[in-house]
């Protein structure tokens, strides 16, 4: 493992442990050259299809991209990291037991909306807001009064 610090090439694991849904082992390391610590983390690397776009472009799933829209719509929200992980780990799940080659990127948006909305309705309403394009303020606003009748029925 190369040092963020120097970029030597060898170190030695002071630590392993693996995270609370033990899908990922957290490694905490020291570099022998500088001897900074630092940490890396393993995931085992699973075979997730092809993502395809609106406009028809086809990208390989990024599990960072959707970290990223995840983290921004929960941003000073009392939603944890972890519960962001258990969403991500549970799309990554779908996917990968889906079975298939390719799959519209909007499949894994409304995944994700629909486990932010049982978590934080300003979460969901925030990446509901980016995922969707509302064109104008009509259509945020149904959202909204969507979001307002189905919380009255439970």
Do not use: W
Not at 55 to 82: M, N, S
Not at 96 to 115: L, R, T, Y
Not at 116 to 134: E, G, K, M, N, P
């Amino acid at each position: 493992m190369k040092c963020p610090f120097c970029g030597f090439l060898e170190d030695k694991v002071i630590d392993s442990r693996l995270s609370k849904d033990q899908s990922t082992i957290r490694r905490r390391r020291e570099c022998l050259s500088c001897g900074k610590r630092f940490t890396t983390f393993e995931n085992i690397e699973i075979s997730i299809p092809m993502i395809v776009k609106r406009d028809g472009r086809r990208e390989t799933y990024d599990r960072q991209k959707v970290t990223v829209g995840i983290q921004k719509a929960c941003e000073k929200r009392p939603v944890g990291v972890e519960e962001i992980e258990k969403i991500i780990n549970a799309v990554e799940h779908e996917l990968q037991e889906s079975g298939d080659k390719e799959v519209p990127s909007s499949v894994i948006g409304e995944k994700i909306m629909a486990m932010l909305q049982q978590i934080d309705d300003v979460a969901y309403i925030r990446f509901a807001s980016v995922y969707r394009q509302f064109k104008d303020i009509d259509e945020f606003i149904r959202e909204l009064q969507g979001m307002v009748k189905s919380s009255k029925r439970q």
